[in-house]
């Protein structure tokens, strides 16, 4: 499959990105994206929360009353889970949430995820460039101009500080580069522009070893 690249003025340049169609799937599988989904928010969990169980209050192990003849119901000591202050009754404990993934999964994962975009037309790829200075003005222009303004991600083939401090605060646009793209950010955006060169390294990573 070939892919038209144009440049920053949203101009074709003559030139195209060809993707062999036996690396891409016939059909995308759903699934692997959503475990694909799944490990990266899971990745993303502190898990330190915490809160204090019955042994953990402090306060005396006293029995509030007797147990008969009150009229009341029974109770045992200050901490009771029962009562306000008291420990809480199978309370959350700080735990390791993050989840391990096949090389294979996450492999088939991004081309799910590359073959749904190029069948929707959502997959443009422009030529490098650069800003002079950081300056999201620019940036959004740029989204205008390639028709992406919805929830654009922009992908660089390495790390653009101007770029990247250009879209660090749009509310609806984001900037990465390959070494941090995950599927998360690709299944989240309406439109993935890639750097010429960014394809290439993607296509690369992609193809089997």
Aim: proline letters at 3%; zero cysteines.
């Amino acid at each position: 499959m070939k892919i038209d690249v144009i440049s920053r003025t949203g101009e074709a340049t003559g030139r195209s990105f060809e993707i062999a169609d036996e690396l891409l799937l016939s059909e995308p599988n759903m699934h692997v994206v959503y475990l694909s989904v799944k490990q990266y928010l899971a990745n993303q969990r502190q898990g330190t929360h915490k809160s204090k169980e019955r042994n953990e209050i402090a306060g005396s192990t006293r029995k509030l009353h007797k147990q008969k003849g009150t009229g009341g119901s029974r109770k045992g000591d200050i901490k009771s889970p029962i009562l306000h202050g008291g420990g809480r009754v199978f309370g959350p404990r700080p735990r390791d949430y993050s989840m391990d993934l096949n090389k294979k999964t996450k492999r088939l994962a991004k081309l799910a995820v590359i073959t749904d975009l190029l069948q929707n037309n959502k997959l443009k790829v422009v030529e490098d460039f650069s800003f002079d200075a950081p300056k999201t003005k620019d940036l959004i222009s740029f989204f205008k101009t390639v028709q992406a303004e919805k929830k654009p991600l922009l992908v660089t083939s390495e790390l653009n500080r101007n770029i990247y401090l250009s879209g660090r605060n749009m509310p609806k646009g984001a900037v990465t580069y390959v070494n941090e793209l995950n599927v998360y950010d690709m299944v989240n955006a309406d439109t993935l522009i890639v750097f010429e060169g960014a394809m290439d390294k993607i296509v690369k990573s992609l193809e089997k070893k």
